[in-house]
Structure formats: C-alpha cells, structure tokens
C-alpha cells in the first residue's frame, strides 16, 4: 500500500508547478515516462484542471474567489491595479498572477483569495493595499501577518455529530464485539442516507458492494466539497479528523476493503500535514494497517490525493477518474461504482459527512441518530451559512428546522432569497421560509446562503450561470453549449438588453439542458435561472428592453474596424 501516493499524476503536477509555476513540454515528457503513461494522457490532464498551467504563473500565484459569499470582483480589480496586472494574466516580471477562481470554501470568512495555496481572507480595500505592498517587496508568506491565514471555523451551533466527544478506535471497538451483520444492520436501522447531496441510503449502498463478488474493493472518502457556499467538510476535516476516518474503517470493515482513499479539493491543501499526521497517529494506535485493533485479517488504511481544482470533480465517478489519474469526465452509469468504480474495482465512495455519522452511529447506537430529524431525514444536517446575515459559520440542526427559525438564528434582516444547496440546490422567495430542510422537502449537500433586499438577485442568478459554463466539464455537448448560453443569456439580461426573445430562448436552453445532459451538473445547472423565473419574474420584467428582440451579437458594430480600414462610412457601408 502506498499511503503518501507521492507518485500519483496529480501529486507530481502539483509539486513541479508549485516549483516552477507551470508544467513545460518537457516535464510532461519526464512524468509521463516516469509513470509509464502516455504523454497525451498528462496532458490532457494538465489542461484539463485550473491548478495547472501550461504558462508561467507568478511567484506570487493569486487566485480570487468569484463567489457570491467569499468573492469580489471589485477588490480584485483593485488589487489588479495596484500590481499593473490583468486578471487572468502573469506579470512581465514573473512575479504576480491573478487569476479568479470559483468558491474555495471561505464563505464565513469573507473576501478571500489563495496565495500559493494558502487562503487569506476578510480582505478588503486596505488589506488589497498592504498585499499588494507586500508583493512588491517580494516578501515570503511567512513573513506576512499570521492572523491573515487563521482559519476560524465559525461554529455557531451543535447538536448531535458537533457536540458529542468521539475518542479515537470508540467505534471501531464498539464493532469489534458485533458481527459485521449486525454492524451493518445498525446502520441500515438508523436510516442513515448520504450527506453529499443525493440522500442515498448509505447502508444499500455498503450491502451493494460487499455482496458483490469481487474481492478488491475499496472506501473513498468524497471530500471534494466544491459547491459554492459549502465549508462544513473543512470543519469536519479540521477538527473531526479521527471520526471521519473511523468511518471509513467502518466502511472498510463492512465491505472489507484494504486500502480508503481521500479526494482531497485543492483549495484544502492546508489542511494536508494536519491530516497526514492524524493518519500517522492512528497508525501508530493500531488503528490502521494489519490486523486493527487486533482482528484478524483487518487489514485497512487510507491514502489522500489532493485534487487540481475542478467542481466536476466531486461528482462520484469523476472524482474515481480523477483518482484513475485521468481528467475527471464523469462515467457512463450503470455501472455504479459500487459494482465497478475504482480500478474497476466495487467502491463505495461517500461525503465527508455521512462517514463521521457512520462512525457516530456505531458508537452511540442507531437510536441516538434516529431520534433526531424527519422520519424520512433522520439525524442532523451541518450547514454552511453565509451570506447577508451577522452571523455566517457552522449550524448542526436536526432534519427538520424551518429556513425561518434559520434566518432567525444567524441574524439574517430584510431577506429576499436563499440559495439552498448552491447554485445547483434551489432559489427560494419569502413564500417558501416556512419550508424545511429535508431530503422530502429543501434538500441540501450544506451550502445555505443568504441575499438580503440590497443585493442584486439577477447578478447572483448570473454568477451561478457563469460557475457552471465554467465548471461544465466540456465530455456532452448539451451541458457544454448550454452552460455558455445560459450564462451569455444572463449576460445580456443584466446589461439591460434582454427582450422577451431572450427570455423564452433561455427557458427553452435550460430545458434542453437538464433534460438531455449526461451528468448531475448539467442536470442541474439549470435551476437559478428556472428558480429565478419561477420565483422571482418580476426581477427579469424590470430588466427587459420593451422590443421583441435585440441580436446578441451587433454585426454591424463588429463590421466598424472593415469600415476604418477601408475609409467608409456611407450607407452602404453599414447594414
Ligand atoms: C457536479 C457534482 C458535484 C458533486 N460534488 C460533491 C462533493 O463535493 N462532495 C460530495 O460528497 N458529493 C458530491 N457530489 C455527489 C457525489 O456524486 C456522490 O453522490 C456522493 O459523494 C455520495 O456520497 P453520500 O452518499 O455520502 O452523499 C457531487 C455530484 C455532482 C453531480
Ligand atoms: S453534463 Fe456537463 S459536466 Fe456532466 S459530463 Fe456533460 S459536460 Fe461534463
């Protein structure tokens, strides 16, 4: 077993840019001797992911959130001023890029932005100066202000998971006096469904796998976690370190897999060495390894592989691809991973979330999770507030909290909408604060933020078509083209030249888009638009031009240079 995977593709990328700041020709011919793939296979693989760049970036390699919680684009600008820079390019001295980048999980911090991979956050104008004074003078991150990477987790309320001790090996000793049936059967009891979005029965899906017939198989721990507004794994991954992976034990022991994997996003990094050496500790106890806690043919540990910065990447057989050391285009399904994932291999692979309740069920027993929440949502939800409220961070609520009793809580005013479960969750009015979170009602992955009457809806309505066309991970061609109509469709509605045209043009896209797209994103990349519509018509009425129809490309000004160049402006010059 290799636990450091230091030679896994995505590693070594990561550790020549980090060096040299982009990957030459030449270092792609060298790793992909060194692996024995094929050249085009890395790549496509460096191409395909946003931490990787083919040009040079700067020492200073900054890449500002474009969030609707943890983003500004007028900061940014500002900083690009300072420096003499443009967004998205490297300065002619090496020295600085900047380029923005989508949510790096800092919604209850701010404004932030990573510096060679460190988040720096609640930036603001005086801050954009000082940074910018501190790349001037080339001053190594060590050297900046500490408090600017302290990373509080902004926890605002426990229940269940969050406020009850979990001491390392508990649960796994818990289990080492039951059968792994009646193990299983505790976690089929306390109704137990997956925390990443989807709700799936965590159970089925062990009793999937461990009946299947192979006998390699493997736990990954789905820490992807890029859904804008969404920072609960990184508490989990912070401070619940040793639950989570009691819960991939668990899983291990259940579908006796030797070997977990953590997809680690990119922009959690920081959070590598703390993990490693939690990792390292339960080694040590015997936790990991051979015969764990003593039991014969237990035999189970865990390697993390960061990823390279891309959302499609915590869609389930993406992120399997992307352990595969492939770019992360999302598989045909069926087959599920449970009966061919990685290496072809059954594999489970679960949130972050749902692995620490796993482990909190087997200790404390399926009653103590069952209590709590909805019959069909049972236990607790931990949500990510942010946004237009006092006080944004880490909420661990029963199934069930009403979004008003919400808002109540974290001090959120004069609210004209929520965006529940991200951009790809649902947009909802005041009408609908009476709801609840549920899977049976307003399902969440744990993203929850909040725009109060001062924001511009339209605008947030238009970042989230700007995330997908972005994030749209270019294999089908409905999500591919669809995603930059959408979001050139929002475009012109904000600039205030959308007609009623533009309007049924963006219905009829979004329909073609969610129906006929090959994956979760495209299938839902849809949804702030249609919610938007549906919710919120008044909004796209006001913004409209009052004429049928505008063309979304003027043909007659794009023809101007022709008339420059040819000295003409007469009539028959123009259209
Ligand atoms: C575009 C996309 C992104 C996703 N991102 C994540 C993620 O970051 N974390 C996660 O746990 N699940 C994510 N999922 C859901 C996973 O595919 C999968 O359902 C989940 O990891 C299963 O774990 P669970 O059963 O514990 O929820 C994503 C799905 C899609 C379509
Ligand atoms: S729906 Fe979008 S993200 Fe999914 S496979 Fe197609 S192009 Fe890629």
Redesign the pocket.
């Known amino acids: 077993m290799n636990q450091q995977h230091s030679d896994h593709l995505l590693h070594l990328l990561h550790a020549h840019q980090r060096q040299h700041h982009f990957i030459s020709d030449q270092a792609m011919i060298d790793i992909a001797s060194r692996l024995k793939l094929p050249r085009a296979q890395v790549e496509a693989v460096t191409e395909f992911y946003s931490f990787f760049s083919r040009k040079p970036r700067g020492r200073f390699d900054i890449l500002f959130s474009n969030c609707t919680s943890c983003g500004d684009a007028v900061l940014m600008q500002e900083l690009c001023d300072r420096l003499g820079i443009k967004a998205g390019e490297t300065r002619h001295d090496g020295v600085v890029s900047i380029t923005d980048t989508s949510c790096i999980g800092m919604c209850d911090h701010g404004v932030s932005a990573l510096i060679n991979d460190r988040p720096l956050h609640s930036i603001d104008s005086n801050k954009i100066s000082q940074i910018a004074a501190l790349v001037e003078a080339e001053k190594p991150l060590d050297a900046w202000p500490t408090e600017w990477f302290e990373i509080d987790n902004h926890i605002q309320r426990t229940d269940l998971l969050l406020s009850t001790p979990f001491e390392a090996g508990s649960a796994l000793k818990v289990m080492r006096d039951e059968s792994i049936d009646e193990t299983l059967e505790k976690i089929r009891y306390s109704d137990l469904r997956g925390r990443g979005g989807a709700g799936f029965s965590t159970a089925q899906k062990w009793k999937f796998c461990r009946e299947t017939e192979e006998e390699t198989r493997y736990v990954i721990c789905n820490a992807d976690e890029g859904e804008p507004g969404t920072f609960k794994d990184r508490l989990l991954l912070t401070s619940h370190a040793n639950t989570v992976f009691e819960g991939m034990a668990v899983c291990a022991r259940i579908i006796n897999a030797k070997q977990g994997y953590i997809y680690l996003r990119a922009e959690y990094r920081y959070l590598l060495d703390s993990l490693e050496a939690t990792l390292a500790a339960r080694r040590k106890d015997g936790l990991l390894g051979n015969a764990i806690l003593g039991i014969e043919g237990f035999d189970f540990d865990i390697a993390i592989v960061v990823g390279a910065g891309a959302y499609?990447c915590g869609?389930e057989s993406?992120l399997i691809e992307s352990l595969e050391e492939k770019c992360g285009?999302?598989r045909i399904r069926p087959p599920f991973p449970v009966i061919s994932g990685y290496l072809g291999k059954p594999t489970v692979v679960n949130n972050v979330e749902t692995l620490a309740a796993a482990a909190g069920i087997v200790l404390h027993g399926e009653r103590w999770f069952r209590g709590a929440g909805t019959w069909q949502s049972r236990g607790t939800k931990i949500l990510s507030i942010s946004g237009d409220c006092c006080k944004a961070g880490i909420y661990e609520y029963p199934f069930g909290v009403t979004i008003n009793d919400i808002l109540n809580d974290c001090g959120a005013e004069r609210t004209q909408a929520v965006q529940i479960g991200g951009p790809s969750g649902t947009l909802i009015d005041a009408s609908h604060f009476d709801h609840c979170i549920a899977f049976e009602d307003l399902a969440t992955g744990g993203s929850f933020m909040i725009f109060d009457d001062s924001r511009d809806l339209l605008q947030v309505i238009r970042n989230f078509t700007h995330f997908f066309a972005h994030?749209?991970?270019?294999?089908?061609t409905?999500?591919?083209v669809g995603?930059t109509l959408m979001k050139n469709g929002m475009d012109k509605v904000c600039s205030g030249h959308g007609t009623a045209h533009d309007l049924d043009e963006l219905k009829s896209t979004a329909a073609l888009v969610s129906r006929r797209?090959?994956?979760?994103?495209?299938?839902t990349?849809p949804n702030p638009i249609r919610d938007g519509l549906k919710n919120f018509p008044e909004l796209f009425e006001q913004r409209l031009l009052h004429q049928k129809m505008e063309p979304e490309f003027n043909l007659d000004a794009s023809l101007e240079e022709a008339r420059q160049l040819t000295q003409r402006d007469d009539a028959e010059a123009h259209l």
């Open positions: 499609i869609e993406a285009n999302p994030e749209s991970c270019g294999f089908c409905p999500c591919r995603t797209s090959h994956c979760g994103l495209g299938i990349a």
